[in-house]
């Protein structure tokens, strides 16, 4: 697997920054020929939600551990070794050399076949080792672990001590500043795979996509040069770990002890990291500490300050810091910060048999959405990310969060959650990016885009479902989830897309795009490329219009047909082309937002341009119905489907006339 390569974020910097000013010089032909859309309405920037956190302050207390916990449980759990080859990646050689970790196996793994684990990788200090991790103090941090997996004080977690010194440690401590930096790309690339290939941890594969894919799963904590070690795997391999544990160390990633001489340069600089990843928001979480009396804690304290300025990237909900009364540089205070940090990051909150995914119910809330494991790494799109929220909202309280919408209960968006629960506990994948990290680091804003997939019958055509929220947010909870759903369940192959917020414009790039991937990948999806549909509500409704009129080209650098038919819900757009597409228009007689007469005379004008368009006003209906179900277009999706399959392989070249 290629590993990201140490000095390699500060070159993509720069060439983003070379890149931005090469687009602003020079534009293609196909780009001239672009449409410009109209603005939609004043837009102020959406606000970003908070997100979930347990901590109100930056610095907090630790809690104390349980003297019984220095005692031998009656549960104990193993500690296996491991040695594994490895290379010379501090000096650069690439000689091969041989490196041992030794591995925390929690009491009844070999029993528990159906359960998965975490894993946290905890680098000892300069004078320690691997072993001494799981010895020193008598077993103190073996016995830690085996009582909070007995008490459950965490979800089912396997701790991994390895080493960057080869049980050799240089005679300064400084000096061994290259083989900390060196130690994450050697866990990425060597040890990793050994040890998530050989217990049931959450890594599906350990390529590099498999580690990412289950990096919400993983760790990386040290303790003084360990700690070094963990800011550097900030820096370099930030794509393989969500939580950060650095204990009583600054980070040297700009020079020794640059943390603390150089705080807010050495903040700034991780900052960057983070805003050109894809993981800025909730992708990410420092867990520092130190004690009050460790000769450390200043210079790691002022640095983590440092960061906490800069709340863009580093608010409570991704950094705090943690503090021991009393605590020195010594390897005892280690139990107490673990016991305050392992169930943080690894709570043990879901269902035991973790092949079946815990359903919801409406006194859940948000943040059980945002976190649930079906859900890892897009979790924050289920519900409206763009929305400010309370995390602690019970799901019964969901029509808050859509301001555009009618007709929405939490039982019905509870409903929708728990299928797509299900589906994925049946095996399937259900979310799909649709940018590269290059498109994604060259704008961080594609961070938040997307597609759902809800298969239906191998081969048949695909639809793509556009929520509405006024280029606000994204309703897809109650508009987008449940039509996909409704398709799949028809046998079509039914996409859901989380587009970019803030116009028209960038939405529709958003759109186009997921178009060009699903047309790329189609035999991986197993999706016909002919025929497909798109579909929208209110705002989504304009993005199916607009690709129906101009298609991809209109607005990426990507050529592909124009869909077979438009299905458009209660919206104002009046635009069109000789070259639209059949058309379905359906709307509520008491829709107060978009108005049916533009709606019927835009109809109009595509059957006088001899483009089959069919208008659909009903009555006692208001905006935002989603399925409609309850209401007087109950059912709607069945007729619009009736209308799609018209045109399913029936088109006559590139004319959509009668």
Not at 71 to 83: K, S
Not at 122 to 131: D, P
Not at 536 to 543: C, I, T, V
């Amino acid at each position: 697997m290629n590993f990201i390569r140490i000095d390699t974020m500060k070159k993509i910097m720069l060439q983003t920054i070379l890149l931005c000013c090469l687009c602003l010089a020079s534009c293609s032909d196909s780009e001239e020929n672009r449409p410009v859309l109209p603005p939609d309405q004043e837009q102020e920037e959406p606000e970003t939600p908070d997100r979930p956190h347990d901590y109100t302050e930056l610095i907090s207390k630790t809690s104390p551990v349980p003297a019984v916990y220095e005692q031998e449980a009656e549960q104990r759990g193993e500690v296996v070794r491991i040695d594994y080859d490895t290379h010379d990646y501090a000096e650069g050689t690439g000689a091969v050399r041989t490196n041992t970790a030794y591995v925390y196996l929690p009491y009844g793994y070999e029993e528990h076949t159906d359960r998965r684990y975490n894993v946290l990788y905890f680098v000892h200090g300069h004078y320690g080792t691997a072993a001494s991790f799981f010895q020193d103090e008598n077993g103190l941090l073996r016995k830690l672990l085996d009582h909070m997996t007995e008490n459950g004080d965490m979800a089912p977690t396997i701790v991994v001590s390895p080493s960057y010194n080869y049980g050799n440690p240089t005679p300064n401590y400084v000096d061994a500043d290259p083989y900390c930096e060196a130690l994450p790309q050697e866990l990425v690339n060597d040890l990793i795979p050994i040890v998530e290939s050989r217990y049931r941890t959450y890594a599906e594969s350990t390529d590099a996509a498999g580690l990412e894919s289950s990096r919400e799963h993983r760790a990386i904590g040290g303790f003084s040069m360990g700690a070094v070690t963990t800011w550097y795997a900030l820096e370099h391999a930030l794509d393989y770990f969500k939580f950060f544990m650095p204990v009583s160390a600054d980070c040297w990633s700009l020079g020794e002890f640059a943390g603390m001489n150089r705080p807010a340069e050495t903040a700034e600089y991780l900052a960057g990291i983070i805003r050109q990843s894809p993981y800025a928001g909730t992708g990410f979480y420092i867990w520092a500490a130190s004690g009050t009396d460790d000769s450390a804690y200043r210079e790691t304290l002022v640095q983590i300050e440092a960061m906490a300025q800069l709340t863009d990237v580093f608010p409570l909900s991704n950094l705090t810091f943690h503090e021991k009364d009393g605590a020195r540089h010594e390897f005892r205070p280690m139990a107490e910060y673990l016991y305050n940090a392992l169930p943080f990051f690894f709570p043990n909150g879901h269902n035991e048999n973790t092949n079946t995914y815990g359903h919801l119910t409406t006194s859940n809330t948000v943040k059980d959405v945002v976190e649930h494991e079906a859900f890892s790494g897009f979790g924050q799109f289920i519900l409206p990310a763009e929305r400010r929220y309370d995390d602690d909202m019970p799901l019964a309280n969901v029509a808050s969060l859509l301001p555009y919408h009618n007709y929405v209960t939490g039982e019905r968006a509870v409903e929708t959650i728990n299928t797509m629960i299900d589906y994925v506990n049946e095996g399937n994948r259900l979310f799909y990016n649709i940018y590269s990290d290059e498109d994604k680091r060259a704008d961080a804003r594609k961070n938040n885009t997307g597609l759902f997939f809800f298969r239906g019958e191998p081969g048949r055509p695909f639809a793509i479902v556009c929520p509405g929220g006024g280029f606000s947010y994204v309703g897809a909870i109650h508009e987008g989830f449940p039509l996909a759903i409704a398709l799949s369940e028809m046998g079509y192959n039914a996409f859901s897309i989380q587009y970019r917020t803030g116009g028209a414009q960038v939405a529709c790039e958003d759109l186009a795009q997921a178009i060009d991937f699903i047309m790329r990948h189609a035999e991986e999806l197993q999706v016909s490329t002919e025929d497909y549909s798109l579909w929208g509500g209110s705002a989504g409704a304009r993005m199916a219009a607009y690709l129906g009129s101009y298609s991809t080209q209109g607005f990426i650098n990507a050529t592909h047909e124009r869909p077979a038919t438009v299905i458009m819900g209660y919206t104002g757009h009046s635009e069109y082309t000789p070259d639209d597409p059949p058309t379905y228009v359906i709307i509520g007689e008491d829709d107060a937002i978009a108005s049916p007469a533009i709606m019927r005379r835009r109809v109009e004008n595509l059957q006088a341009l001899g483009i089959d368009a069919e208008f659909h006003l009903l009555p006692d209906l208001r905006h935002g119905f989603g399925l409609g179900r309850g209401t007087t277009a109950e059912g709607w999706h069945e007729d619009a489907v009736r209308f799609w399959e018209k045109y399913i392989s029936r088109k006559n070249g590139t004319s959509y006339r009668k």
